[in-house]
């Protein structure tokens, strides 16, 4: 199994490394900050291969100009979304792979945050990285897709292996379970994850990844019945 880092950049973002043993290929998702992702780099002897990018917001983008100067490593991102990503040397659609040494990932279009938004979805492995499309206990914000979009992009993770885990760019666990409260108070699964949220961040511990088979058990926002139910859940959640 390859080594998978969490790195903690800005307020609340969180930034991937995938490091492939075999081949020494290495990749980051997301990377807000080029910082403490080459001191990351530095401290395990990894040379930086690869650069994934889920979508265009700055808190996703922020490290790549210099990440890319200090260590030349490829950068993957949306096709339809290449106006407004950095420079890339992959654009990739809906279905493509994206080959990083051993390892391999899928190229999942998940509209609904962004028009642009893509995941990766690495099989072999079971991880997911969604960037801000899925959240533990919540959802990425309608910027500029639909309702009935993001809850196509949900479903669409919801049916991955329930071991998957779910890598996403945000530590938003312990306020989106405030809401997810709300909309069911009786759920155990959802109770039981909440105490364990609040223990992991009083000892400010990261409560993600989390996997798909606990947020089918917990989050409100895959657990809707349908695309109206979300986008009822979505506008509560806006104003809540
Ligand atoms: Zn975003
Ligand atoms: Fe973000």
Known sequence: MPDLIQISALSDNY??????????????????????????????????????????????????????????????????????????????MD?????????????????????????????????????DTLFSLGCGRLFEGTAQQMWNSLSRLAALPAAAKVCCAHEYTAANGRFAATIEPENQALRDRLSQVASLREQDLPTVPSTIGLELASNPFLRAADAQTFADIRRRKDTF
Request: charged share 15%; glycine share 12%.
């Open 15 to 92: 930034i991937y490394l995938l490091h492939d043993e075999a081949s020494g290929a290495t990749l980051v998702v997301d990377p807000a900050e080029a910082e403490p992702v080459l001191l990351s780099l530095r401290q395990r002897g990894w040379t930086l291969t690869h650069i994934l990018l889920t979508h265009h917001h700055n808190d996703h983008i922020g490290g790549v100009a210099e990440l890319k100067a200090a260590t030349g490593a490829k950068v993957v991102g949306a096709a339809k979304d290449h106006g407004r990503l950095p420079k890339l040397d992959q654009a990739v």
């Open 95 to 131: 279905g493509d792979s994206v080959t990083v040494g051993g390892m391999t990932a899928q190229v999942l279009e998940t509209p609904g945050h962004t028009v642009g938004h893509i995941c990766y979805w690495f099989a072999d492995q079971a991880i997911l990285f969604c960037g």
